[in-house]
C-alpha cells in the first residue's frame, strides 16, 4: 500500500496544491469556527490520499465531541471511542502527538474499539492532535478503507491541523472581544441606571446626589440584593412613567 499512497502524492499535486491554497484563505473568511472546521475535514478527505472518512473531536472540559464530519462513518467511530473510553483519537488528544494506526486487523492497543472499526471496513487511521497555546485542544481524525494508507500523510495531516488550531484561537479571541464589549456595555448601563434611580430620589425626597447613594446602599442592604439591582429597579420605574 505505500507504494500506492506515494504514486499518488505524484500524480495529484495539484490536487494537493490547491487544498492547501486554499487552507490559507479559511481563516481571513470571517466565518463562524463551525463552518471552518467542517471545510478542514472536506479538504481532508479530498487532498490526503487514501482518506475515506475525517472528523474534527475537541474536548469540552472532560468530554470529547465531534464538531465536524464528512461521512456517518466518521461520527460513528468518533462516539464509538468516546463510549470505549479508548481509541486513535483519544491517545492522540491525551497525549499531544500523533496516533498512525497501519493496520486495525491486528492493532491490540484497544480491544474494545478495533473490532468495531473493523465492522466499519477501517483498516487504518491518523489522528493527529489539535493544539491551542500549548495544549492539545482535539483531534483531527482520518479513517481509510484499506491497510497501511497514512504513512506518507504526516507532513500534510499537520499542516490542516495547524489551520485547524487557527480557527479555534481566531475563534477564541473573536469571543474575548465580543464578551468584552459585553461587559462594557453592561458597566454602561449600570452607571446610567445608578445615575437615573439617584434622580429619582433626589426629585421624590428632596436630596442631595450624596443622599441619594446612602439611600440606595440602604435599601441594597434591606432588600439583601446589589446597589446595581435596586438602581435597576428604580431605573426601570422611572422609564415606565415618562
Known amino acids: 500500500m505505500r507504494s500506492n499512497t506515494a504514486a499518488v502524492f505524484v500524480t495529484e499535486p495539484n490536487a494537493l496544491w490547491g487544498g492547501q491554497a486554499e487552507l490559507v484563505g ?12 467542517d471545510r478542514v475535514t472536506r479538504l481532508v478527505a479530498t487532498t490526503v490520499p487514501g482518506c475515506h472518512a475525517a ?7 472532560a468530554r470529547p465531541f465531534t464538531v465536524a464530519s464528512t461521512t456517518p462513518l466518521a461520527r460513528d467511530l468518533d462516539e464509538a471511542q468516546y463510549r470505549a473510553d479508548e481509541g486513535p483519537c483519544l ?8 496516533c498512525l494506526v497501519v493496520d486495525m486487523a491486528t492493532e491490540s ?28 485542544r482535539g483531534t483531527l481524525n482520518m479513517q481509510a478503507l484499506v491497510r497501511d494508507a497514512f504513512g506518507d500523510a504526516g507532513y500534510l495531516a499537520g499542516e490542516y491541523a495547524a489551520q485547524a488550531a487557527g480557527a479555534l484561537v481566531n475563534a477564541e479571541i473573536f469571543q474575548a472581544g465580543r464578551d468584552l464589549a459585553d461587559r462594557l456595555d453592561e458597566t454602561l448601563l449600570a452607571h446610567t441606571n445608578l445615575e437615573r434611580a439617584k434622580g429619582v430620589l433626589m426629585a421624590r425626597q428632596g436630596i442631595l446626589a450624596d443622599a441619594a447613594a446612602e439611600v440606595l446602599d440602604r435599601l441594597a442592604a434591606q432588600e439583601g440584593v446589589s446597589v446595581r439591582d435596586v438602581a435597576a429597579r428604580l431605573a426601570n420605574e422611572r422609564s415606565r412613567t415618562t
Open 91 to 98: 491517545d492522540a488528544s491525551r497525549e499531544g502527538t500523533p
Open 26 to 37: 479559511l481563516l481571513d473568511a470571517g466565518e463562524p469556527v463551525e463552518r471552518t472546521l
Open 109 to 136: 492497543r484497544w480491544p474494545a474499539f478495533a473490532p468495531i472499526a473493523r465492522a466499519y471496513g477501517v483498516f487504518s487511521a491518523l489522528c493527529v492532535p489539535i493544539t491551542v497555546r500549548g495544549r492539545p
Open 55 to 61: 472528523s474534527i473531536a475537541l474536548w469540552d472540559g
